[in-house]
């Protein structure tokens, strides 16, 4: 064991027990799953992803390039960084071998988010964090503070003093002063992941404690945080660097710091022989605390003098402080044996590295904050003011502690004098092997390559070496790639400067960002107010638009196409009955309705009268169809436009956006009635009788009740309808006697069970969407979004006639004027028989000219089926479909490739039965 007494913030009263790589261990409470494996001498963790090689701990947080592990118990997660896992009870994990896997069983955590509006965000709860939101909160503020850690503090590791007292004495002080005003929020385990323009703030919550028995009780496991603030402070403090050299990727090899924060953490001394290599002066104060823990330990610093403080403190410990001595490579295997400097090798079994340290300016970068290069830090900076953000503390170059203090509280500090740190990268060595990004397996080499390829910005050489696309986003070699670079192509670092910080700082969970909307609740189901009667009549559904609809009604030993047929040839030879509620309606009302409405459809719906019906069709800028359906005018400035059921959202949106941003001067009013309106479409021959035992009242003639109208009457009879209102219009997407009976979805069920009793002697069959789309292909009657696929005009649906020529303008008429869309080898809508009346055609099956056999690939397509059924009325099958020039080429013979068979097939009009619309009128 590595664990110290005496040192550590861990509960040692509490042993937890895990297993890594099939091998059971123990740590504590306030241990990471890397310091536990640190603590039980465990180096090696994970295997690299291309090439294979050991990989261990090589960072205390989330900077660790190097750490990942797949965690299979209490639930599985992929890839997490072992030094960001907090150590449970019967946590099961292993390294990864390159990469993850999916988890085999679904989670069943909750996820979910929250919104909160505040004066002031700030990031980071180390001390130049503690005291920008203390003293927002002082101002009287809305203070919304986040932290990605366990506890607040920060970086401080407990040996600080501030004020004169122990450093951790005045977090816990500061936390508690917040924590007691109401209009602080204080999150730990948050980490922001995004910052976005006007004050925007996406941040995770683990809410449970990771991966431990909180994630069992009933909370959610994680939660994210849409934050929007005033003033954002970013206080993120700063990463350290390490330093490239051949064979650097090591288990064993680590950041100076981090094995310091490993020590005053968790309690654990990570080497006992530790070799420390540095190029900054932080790395003697980890020297200095090792070799206090009881390792032995030796310096070699890079440059040619050391600090004289750190010198200092390396001489009351005993350490070895060699100057102008680099490490060139190293010996070992499972673990680091040997820090190689020129010839010699140092025996070693923990090398620590510090090249000094990177800002962590993410934030300020992810909304376009610039970086400007700090020669007497050898990092990047901000560079420039933002409005509505301030960054304070090291993550703006301020890396001590007495200036982070300072410039928490608000006052800007002088700068702290440091020795430039100028190594960032050795040139001996292989470039093979010297790795700048150990995730990515990307190398000095893989720069060169790039750089010799004619690679002149980090953003090119970032995509061609992946430097800086792995789980953290180069926040260990993003600077060090820069600085090689540079060096390769003989220009200043500061003229190059880095890639660009993109959001997620951190990797963030897929389920974390669906929240509640996951499995059932990722498309919420919408029902009808007759679902439960569909249920129990054994109806099987289809999922239309977010509703569940009625798809057919099998009867025992009937599989769908047997139903289907069954319900097409009631329809057709009696009355049949459909729940078509779910079609979007869209109550348009004001003075200027009409006009509206003249510019929304291709044809004219101004001149329409009150108590009629027309169908309409809508077109987007380019001309194409998005939606077809009929419009009841209710009064003069009063409409109800009814959609297709997948377009009933969207179109409504079409619709505002033009009225909002193009015509806000029209007085016009949208509102979705789609839920308020049950409508049942009663079809077929004998649809008249039905209607007129339903409603007496009402003259049903063609004379008094023609196509295309409507009238709102009241029910005189039957239990629980008497006195309610429903509307009827004559209206028919089959080619049959047709009317449409909508009520309020209160008394749906009634007037459902009403028209089904009416119509019990005459044979009345409910039919689902299957049967209905076999009627409307049979007369042609396209299905937008299924006949279409957004390239198709109405021209090419062989609906000319739905396009006004009378009106100056409406949405999409330019475009009907373009030579491409007045090509007459456009893509047009026709039918199909194949010559076999038996042989059913693939939808999205292809179509090419009549050949005997298939030419070598590329094979000239001419179009595609859209729909394909079979029909009752027909006897046999039929198929829609868009071809090119397809209304020249009716009478045509085409084939159709099946399953390496080429299938003839007949060209013919797209309306396919009752061509005249005798059967509309009965």
């Known amino acids: 064991m590595s664990r110290l007494d005496g040192y550590g913030r861990i509960d040692r009263s509490r042993t937890l027990t895990f297993t890594f790589d099939g091998t059971t261990y123990t740590g504590h409470p306030g241990d990471t799953l890397a310091s536990a494996l640190l603590a039980n001498g465990v180096h090696r963790v994970a295997t690299s992803v291309t090439l294979g090689r050991p990989r261990g701990i090589a960072a205390a947080w989330s900077e660790d390039p190097s750490g990942l592990v797949q965690v299979e118990e209490p639930f599985p997660e992929p890839m997490l960084l072992a030094s960001t896992i907090e150590l449970t009870d019967g946590l099961v994990a292993r390294g990864l071998p390159g990469r993850g896997r999916l988890a085999e069983v679904p989670d069943t955590a909750r996820y979910d988010r929250k919104y909160t509006h505040c004066d002031v965000l700030v990031v980071g709860a180390g001390p130049a964090g503690l005291l920008a939101a203390r003293t927002a909160a002082r101002r009287g503020e809305r203070v919304v503070l986040v932290d990605d850690r366990p506890a607040a503090g920060g970086t401080l590791l407990g040996t600080e003093r501030i004020a004169g007292r122990s450093a951790l004495d005045f977090v816990a002080d500061t936390v508690v002063e917040l924590r007691s005003r109401p209009d602080v929020l204080h999150l730990q385990r948050t980490t922001a992941f995004g910052h976005?323009?006007?004050?925007?703030?996406?941040?995770?919550?683990?809410r449970t404690d990771h991966l431990g028995a909180g994630a069992r009780r009933n909370v959610s496991r994680q939660r994210v945080h849409r934050i929007r603030a005033k003033r954002v402070v970013v206080a993120t403090g700063a990463h350290e660097r390490p330093i490239v050299f051949e064979d650097n990727d090591r288990p064993g090899i680590m950041l100076a710091g981090a094995a310091r924060d490993f020590l005053h953490r968790h309690g654990v001394l990570a080497g006992r022989e530790i070799v420390v290599f540095t190029s900054d002066d932080a790395a003697y104060d980890a020297a200095a605390d090792l070799a206090r823990a009881g390792a032995r330990v030796t310096v070699l610093d890079a440059r040619d003098a050391a600090p004289e403080a750190g010198a200092r403190v390396c001489a009351e410990q005993g350490i070895t402080v060699r100057t102008g001595s680099a490490v060139t490579g190293t010996h070992g295997a499972e673990r680091v044996t040997h820090a190689l400097v020129g010839d010699e090798a140092i025996p070693c079994d923990l090398l620590l590295v510090s090249g000094g340290w990177n800002p962590t300016a993410h934030l300020f970068s992810h909304v376009r904050g610039a970086l400007r290069y700090e020669p007497a830090l050898g990092a990047f900076v901000p560079g420039e003011p933002l409005d509505?953000?301030?960054?304070v503390g090291a993550a703006n170059g301020t890396l001590d502690l007495a200036g982070c203090l300072a410039e928490g509280a608000g006052d800007r500090p002088a700068p702290v004098e440091r020795t430039p740190t100028k190594v960032l990268w050795r040139t001996d060595g292989d470039p093979a092997r010297q790795f700048v990004d150990l995730q990515r397996d990307a190398t000095v080499a893989d720069i060169a390559r790039a750089v010799g390829a004619g690679m002149r910005s980090m953003e090119h050489v970032k995509r061609?070496?992946?430097?800086?696309?792995?789980?953290?986003?180069?926040?260990?070699?993003?600077?060090?790639?820069?600085?090689?670079?540079?060096?390769?192509?003989?220009v200043p670092i500061e003229s190059l400067g880095t890639t660009t910080f993109r959001p997620p700082y951190t990797p963030v969970a897929f389920a974390?960002?669906?929240?509640?909307?996951?499995?059932?609740?990722?498309?919420?189901?919408?029902?009808?107010?007759?679902?439960?009667?569909?249920?129990?009549?054994?109806?099987?559904?289809?999922?239309?638009?977010?509703?569940?609809?009625p798809r057919y009604y099998p009867r025992p030993g009937e599989d769908m196409e047997t139903a289907v047929l069954r319900e097409c040839a009631a329809v057709r030879g009696g009355v049949g009955i459909l729940d078509g509620s779910t079609l979007g309606k869209i109550d348009v009302q004001g003075p200027d309705a009409g006009a509206f409405l003249d510019m929304i459809y291709t044809n004219l719906m101004s001149s329409l009268k009150p108590g009629r019906v027309r169908y309409g069709v809508m077109c987007g800028l380019d001309g194409m169809v998005i939606d077809d359906g009929t419009v009841l005018r209710i009064d003069e400035n009063r409409f109800l436009v009814m959609t297709t059921t997948g377009g009933a959202a969207p179109i409504l949106d079409h619709m505002e956006e033009w009225l909002q941003t193009e015509w806000p001067h029209l007085r016009v009013y949208l509102t979705s009635v789609t839920e308020q309106w049950a409508t049942f479409p009663v079809v077929g021959p004998r649809s008249r009788d039905v209607i007129g035992a339903f409603a007496p009242g009402v003259d049903v003639s063609n004379e008094a009740f023609p196509f295309m109208s409507w009238l709102d009457t009241v029910l005189d009879g039957g239990d629980g309808i008497a006195g309610v209102p429903v509307r009827l219009a004559r209206i028919s997407f089959s080619g049959e006697l047709a009317w449409e009976v909508s009520v309020d979805g209160w008394h749906a069920p009634a007037v459902w069970a009403r028209l089904l009793e009416l119509g019990a002697e005459r044979g009345i069959t409910p039919y689902g969407t299957e049967t209905m789309h076999v009627l409307r292909a049979e007369k042609g009657y396209p299905i937008i979004g299924q006949d279409t696929d957004g390239t198709v005009t109405p021209q090419d649906l062989g609906m000319a006639w739905a396009v006004s020529k009378k009106k100056p303008d409406f949405i999409g008429k330019r475009s009907f004027s373009r030579p491409s869309n007045l090509d007459p080898m456009r893509r047009q809508l026709v039918g199909l028989l194949p010559v076999d009346p038996q042989r059913k055609l693939p939808e999205g099956s292809q179509i090419v000219e009549n050949l005997t056999e298939l030419p070598p690939p590329p094979v000239p397509m001419l179009g595609h089926v859209t729909s394909s059924y079979r029909s009752a009325a027909l006897g046999r099958t039929f198929a829609l479909a868009l071809v090119k020039g397809g209304h020249a080429r009716i009478g045509e013979t085409l084939v159709v490739p099946v399953g390496g068979e080429l299938v003839p097939v007949e060209v013919t009009s797209s309306v396919l039965l009752d061509p005249e619309g005798t059967r509309r009128d009965g």
């Not at 976005?196 to 683990?206: I, K």
């Not at 509505?388 to 960054?391: A, C, I, K």
């Open 196 to 206: 976005y323009d006007d004050g925007f703030v996406l941040a995770l919550e683990r």
């Open 388 to 391: 509505g953000v301030t960054v």
């Open 464 to 490: 061609y070496t992946t430097i800086g696309t792995a789980h953290d986003q180069g926040k260990t070699s993003g600077v060090i790639a820069s600085g090689i670079t540079a060096e390769l192509l003989c």
């Open 512 to 549: 974390a960002l669906a929240g509640r909307e996951r499995g059932r609740l990722f498309d919420p189901e919408r029902t009808t107010a007759l679902h439960p009667w569909h249920v129990e009549a054994g109806a099987v559904f289809e999922d239309v638009g977010q509703w569940k609809r």
